[in-house]
């Protein structure tokens, strides 16, 4: 891959460590149906992208490449498994767990994560395993077989569901044709791996387009839904539904094919993407922070300010405290 190919990477995924920032920061106001849902349901709209795109990027850099099965396992949970150990019992500890109690920790952390947002450490055990079936298939299968696999992919998880379930449908096509086995997050690292090849200058407002289009009816769409039922549905918000695939495919094509910046900007883009890990597990205190401690939350005025001004005051305290702790020898590993 070229060297700007690889910034591009890095730029998708700065760009994403701070949607899924205003993700949270927003999603704290969705269920109050006030006078703030309108511009949260907006802002949250265009940032629905952020994990597809973390998915996105692993699969181009993990399927395009040969790599032994244990060595693979290995160091993918040596990256993933001291992060999901450091930063539970960190949560943990914020939440009253006792340190004395280890038994109920470790409890705790099998059950599921101890703070909201860790699902996603949980998630990328099962996303790894699923690498080398992917990779096969990538590599060895052909176009059109790989073609057949996505299609059949987009429609099982992501446009069926969405469209029974809005227009109330009761047949279940899925369970009476049996097609579970196009379920699943995990094909996004497949549709990241075939769009690596697409990140040129020309996909760049093609795609720019297409995320704006795709954002718009997913804020469109979950307007609508709110008005219908009079309280706010998180149908058209999921990871797997059409509109936000459409909106990742051109967000990782518009991003994704950004050119390297002769100024302080790269150094910045490269930083922020090796601490992508890192910010995302502590943005979460750092909201708690703004709230209690600092007082300013989505109560302090209109969503239109109070959502964009708390997620950058977030994510340059999460960075700056990522970076920190990247310099330290021991805890690394954790960011």
Not at 118 to 141: D, E
Not at 280 to 295: A, K, N
Request: net charge positive; glycine share 6%; charged share 10%.
């Amino acid at each position: 891959m070229k060297a700007e190919s690889h910034y591009g990477l890095d730029v998708i995924r700065a760009v994403a460590s701070f949607l899924v920032v205003v993700l949270h920061v927003a999603a704290g106001g969705f269920y109050r149906f006030d006078d703030n849902w309108f511009a949260i349901n907006l802002y949250d709209s265009f940032v629905r992208v952020a994990v597809p795109l973390f998915l996105m990027v692993t699969g181009v850099l993990l399927l395009n490449r040969e790599q032994p099965l244990a060595s693979f396992l290995f160091r993918r949970a040596r990256r993933v498994l001291p992060a999901l150990l450091f930063w539970s019992a960190v949560y943990a500890y914020f939440q009253g767990y006792s340190v004395t109690d280890l038994a109920g920790f470790v409890r705790r952390l099998a059950t599921g994560p101890v703070q909201y947002h860790l699902w996603y450490l949980y998630a990328l055990f099962g996303i790894y395993a699923f690498v080398p079936v992917m990779r096969a298939v990538h590599l060895h299968a052909s176009v059109a077989e790989n073609r057949f696999f996505l299609l059949m992919w987009a429609f099982v998880s992501c446009i069926w569901p969405v469209v029974a379930t809005h227009f109330n449908f009761s047949y279940d096509l899925i369970d009476v044709y049996w097609l579970h086995s196009f379920l699943g997050m995990a094909v996004y690292l497949l549709v990241g791996a075939h769009l690596g090849y697409l990140l040129r200058r020309s996909n760049r407002l093609p795609g720019f387009a297409l995320f704006a289009l795709s954002a718009a009816a997913v804020a469109a769409a979950t307007h609508y839904r709110a008005l219908q039922a009079g309280a706010p549905d998180e149908l058209f918000y999921a990871y797997l539904s059409p509109f936000v695939l459409l909106g990742s495919i051109g967000a990782f094509l518009f991003l994704g094919a950004a050119q390297r910046a002769d100024s302080w900007i790269s150094p910045a883009v490269r930083m922020l993407s090796a601490h992508s890990l890192g910010i995302y597990c502590v943005h979460v205190l750092f909201i708690d922070f703004t709230r209690e401690t600092l007082g300013l939350s989505l109560s302090s005025g209109s969503a239109w300010w109070t959502v964009p001004v708390i997620s950058v005051l977030v994510f340059a305290l999460a960075a700056a405290t990522a970076w920190v702790i990247g310099r330290l020898p021991l805890l690394r590993r954790v960011v």
